[in-house]
């Protein structure tokens, strides 16, 4: 069936360090991989996505991997600062035209 | 340019009562989304069109009604209000489900 498992659902990390955030997928057709950001009371809004034919994309201090044969695709955030606190969610499309998204991950970022 | 509207940004409804909330867009994207989101949780489907004249259900489609008359439209309808449909609701579009969705700023519904 459709799913996108997404994990920690809680992340606290000390500003400077590093978020690594994971998702897996279950429909192998799956071929578009974005990542969206929801600061409080906010809208989502993308930060970033990957397609199949690469293995990795960067923005800065955001970066996504992907690994096809496991199904699983990755969020990093290098040098995190306070204003990366926020709510983060990966997705994947189905083959019938929706986009499954993860259940979400906060995202602390201490001073 | 706005992007995607959505009409009203805050409404209070007692039990029973129903109402339309309005989403448009002028990006001229065929792919029109209704998510709920209900507090500290994840984003839930309610429906969705691939276009006009074409609506299917999502995850959580119960107690909901929507059309898409054309390309810039997508309401939702709440026929009789339960506290359970208490959330935000955000409305989004894309030119396909493989790019980018477009969020609008969201309504947020109490029901009382």
């Known amino acids: 069936g459709e799913n996108v498992e997404q994990h920690p659902s809680t992340l606290s990390v000390q500003e400077g360090d590093s978020a690594v955030i994971k998702c897996t997928y279950s429909d192998s057709a799956s071929n578009y991989f974005p990542w969206y950001k929801q600061e409080l009371g906010k809208r989502p809004q993308l930060i970033i996505d990957i397609r199949s034919n690469v293995g990795e994309k960067k923005d800065q201090r955001i970066a996504v991997t992907l690994n096809k044969t496991a199904k699983h695709f990755s969020l990093h955030i290098t040098e995190t600062q306070p204003e990366d606190s926020a709510v983060y969610f990966c997705a994947a499309p189905s083959n019938t035209g929706k986009l499954i998204f993860g259940q979400g991950t906060t995202l602390q970022v201490k001073p | 340019n706005a992007g995607v509207t959505q009409t009203p940004k805050f409404r209070i409804l007692k039990i029973g009562q129903s109402m339309t909330l309005q989403c448009t867009q002028d990006m001229n994207h065929n792919y029109m989304y209704w998510y709920r989101q209900d507090p500290g949780m994840g984003l839930k489907l309610i429906y969705y069109s691939v276009g006009a004249g074409i609506t299917d259900k999502g995850e959580v489609p119960n107690g909901y009604n929507v059309s898409r008359s054309t390309t810039e439209d997508f309401p939702l309808r709440l026929e009789l209000a339960a506290p359970s449909q208490t959330s935000v609701y955000f409305c989004?579009?894309?030119?396909?489900?493989?790019?980018?969705?477009?969020f609008g700023p969201g309504t947020r519904l109490t029901v009382l």
């Open positions: 989004a579009i894309s030119r396909d489900r493989r790019y980018e969705q477009f």
